[in-house]
């Protein structure tokens, strides 16, 4: 299939009547943002482009009410901006997803984007995914209807929750307009702990002790050594060793008071180093950024699995393959990158993790290798059905991103 | 009574009863089918008591097998199916039809695993929303969630309501601590979401079932995220001459960068009547009180109390008060908790739900005063302030025809004025049959479409708990519509 054109509406009712046209012709659309993650997912066949990118502004923002609703095009990072002059941030943290992969439109992830994807930073462990912070949706959906759900309060069970279910789905139920989030305070202080050269099962229980502590860590990440060197904080990166890093922000108060408990608590895992508010911003960021996934061309794979068998997984994977892993999420997220191999190595991986509860998805691969293997976890056949029902309930033509996540969804 | 419509049973299920009880009957053991009339009486309401209905039998199996053994029977047999936990609901969520089976989990009440180092609890749904925290409280472990109802509500009912409680300021409801869930869909296939990892694969049918109101299956099991107690928790009191007041100083500690765990408001009212229950020291001389309670070390906790006050002192506080001990806090929350059951001592009431930004706290509360005053009745106003979730009870007498219609009408004038100021019409109870008919205030029919071709995917015939959520006559559209 060619594609034609791609589109720019500036409006969502220009979205719902382009998405009307193209059920009325039976053209597939690719539906995006700035494209920057137009390299995850299956390869689509499409007839025409639409991108959300120019309905974009900041509809509302009430700092006292932790709340922001941005037209589904507007930059990720003019959204952060105008949090932090306020002093305050999505507290999910957005991962930058896009910088594992060749970015291919060029521009700037939008907030549509960040929320199809739900791709959520180290933050999560404590404060939840996008998903979670997602409190309303206008969209339009594969007929061409504009629908709402949620709106701009907090708490709300009015109907069922139709914008969270539209987080993490790719562009593949509906092309969200409109994006309503809770956001948080930043924290006045953030300082961080690292412990040197864990086993990655010893720094598993590790993060998991620190999580299970009452002084609500907010990060807990571990690198193995060939990732440390591409962090940009020159003083971790020359350590040349791996990495385990637990994060605490509050207070400054608070934050004295519960980095020395924790200190405490971990004395048992080596020595330990501490990084002041600066350089844990600077780090953490990285983390964020995924900057440690950068200058690799070797296939990725972003599994997640219990915690506690974070290691075990990885150490049943290395066996097969010589993969090498960072975790995040005290462990409950691995991301995995396999030496080069036609298959990204899926077949042996998805059976390995099988065993362990995970999933995983396939960021980074040739397309060919998209195509064939898939990229989303394959599930049991009951749901299955369930995922292809969904798609009909809101798009039954196959109009948006067909596809992109399963075969024939 | 007057205002709702029930569901009109199908007669071709009321004149098979006895057919289809002895069905049911080969399903489960004797004890778990109750069919007759003085066992059947106690599920024929939940906690809207003005609505009753009996319903065909009551089931009340022990095992997702035996869930599962009676959904394939009521799909085959086209019996509609009403699940129901503790039977808490305020806005009538369990209330069965006549042709319903009652399908009761308060039987499946096991903690099945716990995991304190990633952090999850794997339980049967019949289980109290307290009895998760007391599984895990020894290890110094929590759920978050604590609707008031928590000794009694059950996960299975918070699942389908996505209830939130006092602390999900800080926490979030219930969809932001359930991690997996095992359900049974009306078919009898059994079907498992999710796990004890987060992100799971495929679309997010956790976020569709957390809060369906029991309209896509039979929840079980659910796997929910625990966490690490708090060092130590502390309310203060703040007693203001007005609700502006109060209100402000809400919206200014939020300005401020400080989230307390717990925001919670109460008017002259109910703070008299939650008094006089709990003896919680409640002043009785303010208009408006906040309890504001913040968490962490001693110490933490001492220097966000006092820069608490700081904030509230710009705002001209009548009284401030910060609890001084354990046995203090526990009186403080005690009122609060038993705000609903302490007034219920005084007067039949109408609990609305409705949530508003903030910013028209003030707003709502003078036109919720005048709305109850056009309507002659009274009202308490509680409310969770951090998030604008309010919960003004509707005062009136339950065995006065003409007034119990004229509190339903008083509500839904106060839930209209929600949606007028940019809120909803409920924020932790669900629509249930109280709100149904007010869902076309809300959404639009494209809005609701949407919404019903999703139960769809779930239940194609539409047996499961019938006569919720939707207005009646869009749901008869939508059926007629079938595409």
């Known amino acids: ?409 | 009574m007057s205002g709702i419509a029930v569901v009109e049973p199908k007669p071709e299920i009321l004149s098979k009863r006895d057919k289809l009880l002895n069905g049911l009957k080969k399903l489960l053991p004797a004890r778990a089918v109750v069919t007759d009339e003085s066992g059947r009486r106690a599920f024929e309401t939940d906690a809207l008591t003005a609505y009753k209905c009996m319903p065909l039998a009551v089931v009340l199996p022990a095992s997702t097998e035996e869930v599962s053994a009676v959904m394939r029977f009521c799909h085959f047999m086209k019996i509609r199916v009403v699940p129901r936990g503790a039977g808490t609901s305020l806005a009538g969520g369990a209330l069965p039809s006549e042709d319903s089976v009652v399908l009761c989990l308060s039987r499946m009440n096991r903690v099945l695993e716990t995991n304190f180092d990633s952090r999850y609890v794997r339980v049967e749904v019949g289980i109290t929303n307290l009895g998760v925290s007391n599984a895990v409280s020894p290890m110094k472990f929590f759920y978050a969630p604590d609707p008031s109802s928590q000794l009694a509500c059950t996960i299975g009912g918070n699942v389908a309501m996505n209830s939130g409680g006092a602390h999900c300021l800080k926490y979030g409801v219930t969809v932001n601590n359930v991690l997996g869930l095992k359900m049974v869909m009306m078919n009898g296939e059994v079907v498992e979401f999710g796990g004890p990892h987060v992100d799971p694969a495929g679309y997010d049918f956790l976020s569709l079932i957390v809060g369906s109101e029991g309209q896509f299956g039979i929840v079980t099991e659910a796997t929910l995220r625990i966490l690490r107690q708090a060092e130590s928790a502390r309310p203060v009191m703040i007693g203001f001459d007005s609700s502006e007041a109060a209100g402000a100083c809400v919206a200014a500690i939020i300005g401020r960068g400080i989230v307390p765990v717990a925001i919670e408001f109460m008017d002259r009212p109910a703070i008299k009547v939650c008094e006089e229950f709990a003896h919680a020291g409640y002043p009785l001389d303010v208009e408006a009180l906040l309890i504001i309670e913040v968490e962490g070390s001693p110490e933490e906790v001492a220097i966000l109390l006092t820069q608490i006050e700081e904030i509230a002192a710009d705002f001209g506080p009548k009284t401030v008060k910060v609890s001084q001990s354990e046995a203090e806090s526990a009186a403080i929350w005690k009122g609060r908790k038993a705000a609903f059951g302490a007034i219920g001592r005084i007067s039949d009431y109408y609990c609305m739900d409705g949530v508003i930004p903030l910013a028209s706290l003030p707003k709502a509360l003078a036109s919720i005063a005048d709305i109850c005053a056009k309507h002659r009745l009274e009202v308490a106003n509680i409310f969770h302030a951090g998030d604008g979730n309010l919960h003004p009870l509707i005062l009136y007498n339950a065995n006065d025809e003409e007034e119990k219609y004229r509190a339903e009408s008083c509500g839904e004038e106060v839930l209209k004025l929600c949606v007028e100021l940019g809120g909803c019409l409920t924020g932790e109870h669900g629509v249930g049959i109280e709100k149904r008919e007010l869902m076309s205030v809300q959404f639009n029919s494209v809005d609701l479409t949407q919404q019903m071709r999703i139960k769809s995917v779930f239940d194609p015939d539409w047996l499961l708990n019938p006569g919720k959520v939707f207005p009646l006559k869009a749901q008869e559209a939508y059926l007629a519509r079938a595409d």
């Open chain 1, 1 to 409: 299939m060619q594609i034609s054109e791609t589109y720019y509406p500036r409006s969502e009712g220009e979205l719902a009547g382009l998405i009307a046209d193209a059920v009325q012709k039976s053209v597939p659309l690719e539906i995006s943002g700035a494209r920057t993650k137009a390299a995850i997912g299956r390869p689509l066949q499409v007839g025409a482009r639409v991108s959300t990118r120019e309905m974009r502004g900041i509809t509302l923002y009430e700092p006292s009410e932790l709340v922001i609703s941005a037209r589904s095009g507007t930059a990720l990072s003019e959204i952060e901006k105008l949090l932090a002059e306020n002093n305050q941030e999505l507290a999910f943290e957005p991962c930058a997803l896009e910088n594992a992969v060749e970015v291919q439109g060029g521009g700037e992830a939008t907030i549509g984007g960040m929320i199809a994807a739900n791709a959520s930073g180290p933050r999560r462990i404590l404060r939840g995914s996008g998903r979670d912070q997602l409190i309303g949706v206008r969209a339009v959906n594969g007929r061409g209807e504009a629908i709402k759900s949620g709106g701009r309060v907090m708490k709300n069970v009015t109907g069922y929750d139709i914008a969270r279910a539209l987080a993490g789905s790719w562009g593949t139920l509906a092309v969200m307009s409109e994006i309503t989030l809770k956001v948080l305070p930043k924290a006045e202080e953030t300082r961080t702990l690292i412990c040197l050269n864990l086993t990655d099962e010893a720094a598993v229980s590790a993060m998991c002790r620190a999580m299970g502590s009452a002084y609500e860590v907010s990060g807990a990440v571990h690198l193995q050594r060939p990732f440390v060197e591409r962090l940009t904080v020159p003083d971790v990166a020359a350590l040349d060793q791996a990495v385990t890093a637990l994060r605490i922000e509050n207070f400054s108060t608070s934050v004295d008071y519960r980095i020395a408990r924790l200190h405490q608590e971990l004395k048992t895992f080596g020595t330990i180093y501490e990084m002041d508010n600066t350089r844990s911003h600077v780090f953490w960021q990285d983390v964020r950024k995924l900057q440690f996934l950068s200058g690799s061309n070797w296939p990725l794979w972003r599994i997640t699995t219990v915690p506690d068998q974070g290691a075990r997984l990885v150490s049943a994977l290395s066996a097969q393959m010589g993969c090498r892993a960072v975790y995040d999420w005290a462990g409950g997220l691995i991301w995995l990158e396999v030496p080069p191999a036609t298959d990204a190595s899926a077949t042996v991986l998805r059976r390995i993790a099988a065993e362990y509860q995970a999933d995983a998805l396939l960021v980074r691969a040739s397309a060919a290798a998209r195509a064939s293997v898939g990229v989303f976890q394959p599930l049991p056949e009951v749901n299955m059905n369930l995922i292809r029902r969904l798609k009909e309930a809101f798009d039954p033509h196959r109009i948006l991103n067909p596809g992109r996540m399963y075969a024939g969804i």
